[in-house]
């Protein structure tokens, strides 16, 4: 089942740890810290006497020269606090003496201890009387039972003799419903932390849990899979032009649809075409320039509106009027054999045209880019001449005999690529191209016709365009790949690659393609 998937797996699970930590964290929070609890840390202890075995080196104070037994003295500050979050009163100390605590110093000898608080808590200094408990013995010191709120804390100075720097000094003492504890720290100034150590443990799992759901649903893809996603194998034939929006969106369709086999083969309008009328094939999708299939009796559905430009080598600067289509004639005819010829017919403030030979770089008989130039551009009034060179190169060709001939070199190649890299590479060379394929291509510029330029966004009166129409045997069958794939194409998701890649949607067109 689909809902058992790891990523599922992984994703409940986090989610358990998360709500898991964070109860115990909760309880953790309300139940613990909730204890009364008095904490003690040594925030100092220095050696001022001469003698003193370990710890850094210190001057000696010189009012202990003749002070008996203190060439060893040493001085400890010692923090007493309540780090719990309730108050605790004298009664919540349960030792049987009057005093409270009793700090034990290992192998030293108490000499002396002074008392500092906060300066808002003047009212403690009441509790550190002899009648209360407050005095030392040995290597004891004996502290009241002080009352103290939340937070509330004092600090012993105190004086000793005997043993070494560092010797462990512990606080001896209970306290009902709670704990008498050392504290890690050692900075005079530091203050304690807001969360314990086991709350800070259980906020970085729920976090950790968080931030992994959070890498799931960003990873994962949630597109829903294409309407009438179906599974098996298909062919899409035909078109070059409009082979990269086909390749894109198969390679989307097959990604969303687990079990979809999309084999794109561009071979040109009316090859495709025409295979597709041969064998019948119900897997088979054929993609033309134009209506071609419908002469064959071909299913034929509108998918989207071309447009396609003319394309002239770089060295070729026809300025934004372009060529007239008047223009375009006399060139295919054969009319126009070096570019200057058509400097006395261009206006004075158009930038002059080289002395190059022209070359006409087309496409095959198969091809729908060559059929729509042929209908739109030169209306139809004049076919094509067939092809007088092999590589296009008028200096170099000699394989047609023909060639020697014509006014015109002319050749003819399989593909859109094919046409612009070798327009390209020729100097002087005319061809034609669907129009995002043609755009930023190195070495080519397009030519706009009767001063209107190539736009999908702006056709206005540009004429040289057309339908892509998707050509399949009979009407695809439900639940078939070849009915999914061509459903997909219209979807939004689809569309809006189509329009990415310089193509009008007919769904979005306007009636551009009736």
Known sequence: MQWLSAENFVAVGTALLGIV?????VWFERRVPRRKRIGYRVQMDNPI????????ANVRLGLFDEAPDMSDATLVLLRVENDGSQGIDRDDYTGPEPHGLTAVF???TVRGVSVTQPVDTDHLMDHFTPERGFGYEGNRLRIPRVPLNHGDHFKLLVLLSGGDVGRPIRMIGGIRDGEVHPNRSATPDEIPPVFSPAARIFTGLLTLSVLVLATIVVARDDTPPPLGCETGSLTVTGSTAFAPVIETLAKEYEKDCEGADITVEARGSEAGVAGLAATGARSVIAFSDGPMGDRLGLHGEEIALSVFTLVVNDGIDLGARGLTRAEVERLYRGEVRRWSDLNASRP??????PDLPVVLVSRDAYSGTRQIFQDRVLAGAWEMTPTTSLDCDPLTDKAVAAAA????TRCELASTEDVLDKVAAQPGALGYSELTL??????VRRAPLDGEPA??????QYPYRGVEYAYTYRTPAPGSLTAGFLAYLDEGTSQDVIRERGHLPCGRAAGLCE
């Open 21 to 25: 930590a964070s109860g115990v964290m």
């Open 49 to 56: 006497g001469d003698d003193v075995r370990l710890g850094r």
């Open 106 to 108: 290992s192998d030293r």
């Open 348 to 353: 004075a403030n158009l930038p002059r045209l």
């Open 405 to 408: 001939r014509a006014p015109v």
């Open 438 to 443: 043609a755009t930023g291509h190195k070495g």
């Open 455 to 460: 736009s999908a966004d702006h056709l206005g």
